[in-house]
């Protein structure tokens, strides 16, 4: 499917993306992606912990394409982990990132938002991330609904932050563990 652009720059100097879920034969540029992003400190991260022992739903990550006179280029990826919290089955969301030539156009949103969605519709409940509120509170997430959950190591509170995906989820509390 494909995400229309939404800035106020002519849509001619934006790419048109097409977003999907992550393939196999992704994984290496995906891989590149992330390491150009946040270089060898990613694997201090303490999203790291998690995805330890998360099991990886690449049907609910997404890929940010575009094809132009470069040919076919990857801009951004959101991968997704199923875990439980306290014994609830949710999703976690991580790494995300987008190229740095094409920051600030509105891709990262869409991509949490495309995540979101196919999350939702496997019947998921709940993402939980660790990020900046102040990024990720436009795309509904919140640390205030997320002070239960214990992550399995060290980590900044305030950036553990959760976005419900049914109006009657349950708040999570407790340990992230395998799914
Ligand atoms: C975070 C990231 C994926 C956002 O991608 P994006 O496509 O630029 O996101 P959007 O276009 O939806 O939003 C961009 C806006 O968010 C702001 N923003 C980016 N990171 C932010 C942060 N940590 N806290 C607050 N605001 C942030 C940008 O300044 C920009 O503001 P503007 O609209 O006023 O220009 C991208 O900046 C990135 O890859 N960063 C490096 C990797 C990273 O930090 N990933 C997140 C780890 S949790």
Redesign the pocket.
């Known amino acids: 499917m494909t995400a229309q652009n939404s800035k106020s720059e002519p849509s001619d100097q934006l790419p048109t993306l097409t977003l999907k879920p992550e393939r196999p034969q992704d994984g290496p540029r995906v891989d590149a992606l992330i390491e150009r ?2 270089g060898p400190g990613r694997y201090a991260k303490a999203s790291e912990r998690v995805r330890e022992f998360a099991e990886f739903a690449p049907e609910l990550s997404v890929c940010a394409w575009t094809t132009d006179e470069k040919g076919e280029r990857l801009l ?1 990826c959101a991968r997704m982990w199923r875990v439980r919290v306290g014994g609830v089955p949710a999703t976690f969301l ?5 190229e740095q030539g ?9 991509m949490i938002e495309r995540a979101c969605e196919a999350a939702a519709a496997a019947g998921e409940t709940h993402v939980v ?4 509120e ?2 990720f509170d436009r795309v509904g997430f919140a640390n205030a609904p997320a002070r239960g959950i214990v992550m399995p190591g060290p980590v900044d509170a305030h950036r553990v932050l959760v976005r419900a995906l049914t109006a009657d989820a349950v708040e999570l509390k407790g340990p992230i563990q395998p799914a």
């Open positions: 992003a946040f951004g991580g790494p995300f990132a987008v094409e920051r600030s156009a509105g891709f990262g949103a869409r991330l660790v990020g900046d102040a990024y």
